[in-house]
Every structure is written in C-alpha cells, then in structure tokens.
C-alpha cells in the first residue's frame, strides 16, 4: 500500500505574525504544482489564524503545536480544541519531547489530549522518541513500546485512521545529530509492527510514521526513501524556506 508523505514543519516558539506571512507567501509560489505530499506548517498559537487565511487556497495545513485535553476552564496559558476549531487548523502536534522536557508533559497526558483531539476532525501527530541514555543502554525498544501503548490506550482501530506517529529520538532534535536511515528504520519498523500486534495489519499499513530529529535538505532523501519512514517533522530546518522546500522535494 502506497502511504501518502507527510512533511511538517514544527516552528516551535519562532516566526512572528509578519514573518508566518513572508514565509507562507514566499512558499506558495513552490508548492502548487505539489499534490503527493502533505504539507504541514506548525506556527505557533498567535499565527495560526494567519497561516490558516493565507494558505485557505492552497495544499499547504496548518497545525497547532499542542491543545489542552479540557473542553475550557482554569488552565492559564493553555489553549483548547474548541479554539483551534474555529481557526480552524487541520493537525495538532502532540507530546513533543520539548513539552515532555520543559513542562511535564507524561504519556498520560498525551493519552488525554489525543482522546480529546480525536473527538473532532482535527489529525494529531504523536511524538514518541527515546533520549541518548535509553539508546546508549539498550533499551530504546522498551522505551518506544511503553510510550507508544501508553498515549494509545483506549484508541481505537477507526480512530488510528486520522493518527500521525512522529518518531522523534530525543539526541537527534535540534542537535544537528540524524539518526542514520539504517537507525531510523529500524525503530520505525517496529513502531509499525507494535501497531500490528496493537490492532491489525490493515491499521499498520496504513498509518503513516514520520521520522523526526535534524532532518534537512542534505540527509531527506536518505531518510524518505526508508520503506517505513513516511515523512518527517521539522524542525530548524522547516523555518528557512528553501530548505523546507527541498525537503518536501525529497519526499515527491
Ligand atoms: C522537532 O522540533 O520536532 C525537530 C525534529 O527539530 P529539529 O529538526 O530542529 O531537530
């Protein structure tokens, strides 16, 4: 089965409004003959209405980098899916590990806010990743499982329909360190097959997992044309436009 390629770029706390406007008018002109790739910009929560009104007649989306799991109430500085509806965003970034890092963000959370999310058209991407220490001592498999059955529980087959995975090793992301296609292959692999054994074969087929951790021009097409890995999540490299554009290239 041919998965369609996702390629995200996650902005994280960069680009004001004026500048999501020079990017997203800057990168129409280069995606519009592109139809095989998703194309997702990830600004942060004061842009997304402006990337939403200037990519409205394009195939690039837009998503938000988190979502609070409650309908509304007291969560200073949180933002929910009734929000992110109304802009209205099309992906939601979910357990990235700066959120794990900086604030105590747990596989239980992600497990709340991906219920939620899935209760509406918005398409979460759940980051999963091992850190340097869990690789170096073996037990990046354990760590992988754990975290992807925990932010699973209670999902079901017809949910994963609308699930991203991003495979994100925690030592790759913003050090300028690629996991290796052959490394990265691998751990996607057996994301694949835990979804196998989780649901079915048919869940597995067709769910797409993004690679995730220093991805840039020079290493995608590499990455992208691991049979496993059906994208990638960017980040430093997705704030420059031309490279971002490369990227999508690779995955063509
Ligand atoms: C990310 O933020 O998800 C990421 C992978 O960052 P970078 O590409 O900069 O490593």
Not at 11 to 37: P, R, Y
Not at 39 to 67: E, H, K, M, W, Y
Request: proline residues 2%.
């Amino acid at each position: 089965m041919k998965r369609k390629k996702i390629i995200a770029g996650n902005w994280k706390m960069n680009h004001t409004i004026a500048e999501t406007s020079g990017f997203i008018n800057e990168i129409k002109g280069h995606v519009s003959e592109i139809s095989d790739v998703d194309i997702v910009l990830c600004p942060t929560f004061t842009s997304l209405q402006t990337a939403v009104n200037l990519t409205r007649d394009t195939i690039v989306g837009v998503g938000a980098q988190n979502v609070h799991w409650d309908r509304n109430g007291a969560f200073t500085g949180e933002i929910s899916l009734a929000m992110l509806l109304e802009i209205p965003v099309d992906y939601v970034i979910l357990g990235h590990s700066e959120r794990r890092q900086y604030f105590g963000e747990s596989d239980e959370t992600v497990n709340k806010r991906l219920k939620s999310t899935l209760t509406t058209l918005i398409k979460p991407i759940v980051c999963i990743g091992e850190k340097l220490g869990e690789r170096e001592s073996g037990i990046t498999e354990k760590v992988i499982a754990r975290q992807l059955n925990d932010s699973l529980n209670g999902i079901t087959a017809d949910q994963m329909d609308n699930v991203v995975i991003a495979y994100e090793p925690v030592w790759a992301i913003g050090t300028g360190v690629t996991a290796t296609p052959d490394q990265a292959q691998e751990v996607h692999a057996f994301i694949r097959n835990l979804i196998n054994e989780k649901y079915s074969a048919n869940v597995s087929e067709n769910i797409r997992i993004q690679y995730g951790g220093s991805v840039k021009s020079s290493n995608a097409d590499d990455l992208l044309s691991q049979p496993d890995i059906d994208g990638a999540l960017v980040g430093g490299a997705s704030l420059d436009c031309s490279e971002f554009v490369k990227i999508i290239r690779s995955a063509e």
